[in-house]
């Protein structure tokens, strides 16, 4: 799942996917991207309860790898951005 969290889940929505997490549990791998942080799960999934369940299936045997830095798919825009801004920086010169 790409974006956990980017948008805040409806009451239903929330407990629909703490039913798929809930049925994935100890039986297959479960991949999460999120900008959003553990402690602010409750705000995105809209009740502290259905996130704390959810967390605790989610973070049982888990791996969670912070990674800070540059957006990946912003790499190839910056790029382009700075070619453009060489150009013009070597045309004022």
């Known amino acids: 799942m790409d974006e956990l969290g980017y ?8 407990s629909a996917l703490f039913q798929v997490i809930n049925q994935r ?9 999120t900008n959003v942080g ?3 799960r409750a705000g ?5 309860t259905v996130a704390a369940a959810m967390l605790d299936r989610l973070l049982h ?9 540059p957006s990946y798919r912003l790499r190839g825009h910056q ?5 453009i801004r060489q150009g013009v920086n070597a045309r004022v010169s």
């Not at 045997?61 to 830095?69: S, Y």
């Not at 790029?79 to 070619?83: A, F, G, I, P, V």
């Open 38 to 40: 553990i402690a602010d």
């Open 44 to 48: 995105a999934f809209g009740d502290a």
């Open 25 to 33: 549990y100890l039986k297959s791998s479960t991949i999460l991207t």
């Open 7 to 14: 948008l805040p889940l409806p009451e239903d929505g929330a």
């Open 61 to 69: 045997r888990a791996t969670v790898v912070g990674i800070d830095g």
């Open 79 to 83: 790029k382009h951005s700075d070619l």
